[in-house]
């Protein structure tokens, strides 16, 4: 019996069995490799047992002649998944995004049902994923509709396909199965988020900048919290006085606004920000995340490690310090869009556009039919010149008739100050 085969439940814990490993070195045996070249690329995918005891599976990726795809996965073996709450993959990769592909017995071969993988360079993580991440797709196209039968699963694989050429190397340590919510949660950490950051050693200047900001009784609060931390390095990337000048007293609010930034009310996974794509911040704007250019994107960031878990929420590790958007620009006082509106539709009338002078006057007329800031019979009077104008053929006449009603609104504008 073969190394890496299902080892099945009652061979180990209730929680979490072992369902791939890489002890013996025939345990290559029981997977191959498929590459672009089915359609007609060079990718090169290939994969050893390694003196580690771990499946390496490494190669170059080219998108040459339609191509930029290469995988391994496993013969068929029975896999029982009924019950599971999701995979963990051990594995040490190179910073880029994998998938780990599920296949049914019989499916053809370019369908699977596909979760993302994230790595961190160098670092052996456990990358658990849940079940119902894992998404039906065929020739890149999701199906959505498509359930994945876990009494059915036959194989596993991993695929790097995140269009970017060079070389890649996934090292994968052992595939376990989860059967537990708690099972399949990232390792229990002690204490709250700002105790978990100070734990980790590579958030000191973020807890800093929380300190200076009046936020560390909020990251150990109840919440519960989501936070995308910055690492040092993050902070350090900056331009050159920016972390000084924020932690300056009379700074404190931007730098408050900045951290809040970075928080989400709520416990938020990853999988679940990735589904609904955007999340409100504790700052008022929205982030954006998403799979981008071959990794998981939070704004402009890139994502590190992801669903650290502590008691009042959980942590998300990111390569980028975020900067909010800056305020938009207040709306236009009535005075000036009126101003401004005859400036433009002047300069084309004189240059012998009536029509555009028009469409300039009319579009300032609606907006300002709908202003509060004017009174109700200022408002009227513009809706009734609205439609006189609206009944003229004469695009000269119309622009006219929409001027003198402008003029006639800043009067009464002039007249109320």
Not at 42 to 60: D, Q
Not at 133 to 158: E, W
Request: net charge neutral.
């Amino acid at each position: 019996m073969f190394i890496c085969a299902w080892l099945g439940q009652s061979a180990l814990s209730a929680e979490v069995k072992t369902a791939f490993s890489f002890e013996e070195p025939t345990a290559a045996k029981e997977w191959f490799s498929v590459n672009d070249g089915v359609m007609g690329g060079i990718s090169k995918g290939n994969f050893k047992v390694t003196k580690e005891n771990t499946l390496l599976f490494n190669g170059e990726l080219s998108l040459e002649n339609n191509g930029g795809f290469a995988s391994i996965r496993s013969k068929d073996v029975k896999i029982d998944l009924a019950g599971a709450s999701g995979i963990i993959v051990n594995a040490r990769g190179d910073g880029r995004t994998y998938w780990v592909g599920l296949r049914e017995a019989k499916q053809r071969g370019a369908s699977s049902f596909r979760a993302y993988l994230p790595t961190v360079k160098g670092e052996l993580k456990s990358i658990r994923i849940p079940l119902a991440d894992f998404k039906y797709q065929t020739f890149g196209r999701s199906l959505p509709l498509r359930p994945l039968n876990p009494l059915a699963v036959s194989s596993i694989g991993f695929t790097i396909a995140d269009k970017k050429a060079g070389n890649f190397q996934l090292e994968i340590e052992s595939i376990e199965i989860a059967y537990s919510d708690d099972a399949l949660a990232q390792p229990a950490t002690s204490g709250t988020i700002a105790d978990v950051a100070s734990q980790a050693g590579n958030f000191k200047t973020l807890l800093a900048a929380a300190q200076q900001a009046g936020l560390v009784d909020a990251l150990n609060s109840e919440g519960p919290l989501t936070f995308f931390a910055p690492t040092d390095e993050a902070f350090a990337a900056l331009p050159e006085g920016t972390i000084s000048t924020l932690l300056k007293p009379e700074n404190k609010q931007q730098l408050a606004n900045i951290l809040k930034y970075h928080v989400i009310a709520g416990r938020v996974s990853l999988a679940d920000a990735l589904k609904a794509g955007q999340a409100p911040t504790l700052e008022g704007n929205t982030l954006k995340v998403a799979f981008q250019n071959g990794s998981v994107r939070v704004g402009e960031a890139k994502l590190v490690t992801a669903d650290i878990t502590a008691s009042n929420g959980v942590i998300h590790v990111i390569d980028q310090v975020l900067l909010p958007p800056p305020p938009a620009n207040p709306p236009l006082s009535s005075v000036a869009l009126i101003h401004l509106a005859i400036e433009r539709g002047v300069a084309q009338f004189n240059s012998g556009n009536p029509a555009a002078c028009a469409d300039i006057y009319e579009i300032t007329v609606q907006a300002l039919r709908t202003d509060s800031r004017l009174s109700e019979k200022t408002r009227d009077e513009l809706t009734a010149e609205m439609k006189k104008a609206g009944a003229s053929n004469s695009e000269s006449d119309k622009a006219w008739i929409l001027r003198y009603a402008l003029d006639r609104a800043l009067q009464s504008i002039h007249a109320s100050m």
